[in-house]
């Protein structure tokens, strides 16, 4: 009765109502998905001119970026708990007003002390928008149009990571940088309405806690790993701080699991992982995400830097990558529906390897066509797997832990994200020393040519091995679902 008079619908309400307001939702997710996306892109753009503009230098400006990835990637667990505590309509609407509100308090800023202060904030309200889009999208699609819906989903962000460095190098080219944080503002307020208007507000029934004592543990695990990672580049990571802030991690983890395991409602309930395509599928994801990442780091150097391509060619031969995965995405989604997730995401999977394949080979006489057949099946691959592995997740997930889900989801993208950063960078460093038979002063950038080739060919190797492990994983999980079966 309370959840009626607060006006939420009753949890039990007809399912079909929810159903058909379902591209309404689906519009309101994509505006927040394509604001994160589009927002993330531009300020990587616009960091040399805010080191000139607001009179800084590079390992202050940096902040901005890395502020606003830490604090996304070590809040979103919780963001998913609140959302199956409280209702997800109530805190997804919330993060798309808070990030919109911080988007004109960092153009605004004075300093760069400033914008990175609300930058934290800016990057509290994406939390509470991706860490339960997925969930509203799930809710809000039958079953059995759920991959297509997803697939959808993960056009959009293909649509912002094509078009922000794009839109933020048009601003810049015309105006001041702070016209990056004001094209947030209408988007913002469209996305706003549209969650208010149309996401059902659907409550759980009864009083729940949340877990303060796993939420700060689990945020001081997260912390500490990726700060190792992001300074293990620097410093090394045989660095007695790097070794204590993963041990750190270690710890903290450790204290988190045991306390959830004796809290009546965990932040995060660990029986969630006993279901072997709910774990398998975000394990996978994560895999293949670690190899993603190093792929988008290390491709503008071989573009660049290597081969001598200007910014705006790299910029549009890198775009090839997201644009072939927003295509293929919806498709394999739709065929997800149809034929299953596991066997779609492990063809996708297939695609990928024999990307890597090709781009091993990628050296100084490589022409558009070649770096094409290597790139494209890399896009191609990955909007194959990525929509049927994201719906295998959240179809294997109970309806009261979508958004717990639906925020492990995004933690796995993150955190992979930020782990083959590190990794791929590290080791393409380390290859072209050892070619070289010694460390380059100034860096593996500053490296002869030929060495640097060299470490990028055994590095995009590696990274297909990655791809085979994973690849491995997703056909295990094929026989486990017919053993199920069959029992």
């Known amino acids: 009765m309370k959840d009626e008079l607060d006006g939420a619908e009753p949890i039990d309400n007809r399912q079909s109502e929810i159903y ?63 959302g199956d505590m409280l209702g997800k309509k109530r805190i997804y609407t919330g993060g798309i007003v808070l ?154 983890l450790a204290l988190f699991i045991g306390v959830e395991k004796r809290h009546a409602q965990p932040m995060l309930d660990l029986s969630l992982f006993s279901n072997r395509v709910f ?10 995400f670690i190899a993603i990442a190093g792929t988008t ?27 072939f995965l927003g295509v293929a995405a919806p498709l394999s989604g739709a065929a997800s529906d149809k034929y299953g997730t596991r066997r779609i995401a492990s063809l996708g999977l297939l695609v990928v390897i024999a990307g890597y394949w090709v781009m091993s080979g990628f050296d100084l006489t490589t022409g558009i066509l070649v770096f094409a057949l290597g790139t494209v099946p890399i896009g191609i691959g990955m909007g194959i797997f990525q929509s049927p592995n994201n719906s295998a997740v959240m179809g294997a997930a109970p309806p009261e832990r979508l958004g717990v889900a639906s925020g492990l989801l995004g933690l796995s993208r993150t955190l992979g994200q930020t782990t083959g950063i590190a990794l791929f960078g590290a080791l393409w460093a380390g290859r072209v020393a050892r070619s070289l038979g010694e460390t380059p002063v100034g860096g593996a950038t500053a490296a002869p040519i030929p060495a640097q080739i060299s470490g990028l060919q055994e590095t995009f190797l590696v990274m297909m091995a990655l791809m085979v492990v994973a690849l491995g994983l997703s056909v295990w999980g094929i026989r486990q679902e017919k053993v199920m079966r069959g029992s």
């Not at 519009?27 to 394509?34: D, G, L, Q, Y």
């Not at 805010?50 to 979103?76: H, K, M, P, R, S």
């Not at 997925?134 to 094509?162: C, D, Q, W, Y």
């Open 297 to 323: 780091l290390l491709l503008p150097f071989y573009l660049q830097n290597m081969r001598g391509f200007a910014p705006q060619q790299v910029g549009l031969m890198m775009g090839l990558i997201p644009i």
């Open 99 to 252: 990030f919109t509100v911080a988007s004109v308090l960092c153009a605004l800023s004075p300093n760069v002390y400033w914008l990175i202060g609300f930058r934290l904030v800016q990057a509290v309200g994406s939390v509470m928008m991706l860490g339960l889009g997925m969930a509203i999208v799930t809710e809000a699609f039958p079953p059995h149009e759920r991959g297509k819906a997803i697939g959808l989903n993960g056009t959009f962000v293909s649509i912002g990571i094509v078009l922000g460095p794009t839109l933020g190098g048009l601003i810049l080219s015309v105006t001041t940088w702070r016209w990056i944080f004001l094209v947030n503002l209408p988007i913002g307020i469209l996305g706003a309405f549209l969650a208010w208007r149309f996401v059902p507000d659907k409550r759980p029934l009864g009083r729940q806690t949340f877990d303060f004592a796993g939420a700060i543990l689990l945020f001081f695990s997260l912390l500490a790993f990726l700060l190792a990672l992001t300074m293990g580049q620097q410093r090394g990571f045989t660095d007695p701080l790097i070794l204590a802030l993963f041990g750190a991690t270690v710890l903290f």
């Open 279 to 288: 774990s398998l599928s975000l394990l996978i994801g994560g895999v293949a």
């Open 20 to 82: 058909s307001r379902k591209w309404y939702v689906m519009s309101a997710v994509a505006m927040s998905t394509f604001l994160s996306t589009v927002d993330g892109s531009i300020v990587n753009v616009a960091l040399p001119t805010l080191v000139d503009e607001l009179g800084t230098v590079f390992a202050v400006a940096q902040w901005v970026i890395l502020a606003y990835l830490l604090t996304q990637t070590t809040l979103l667990p919780s963001a998913g708990r609140l």
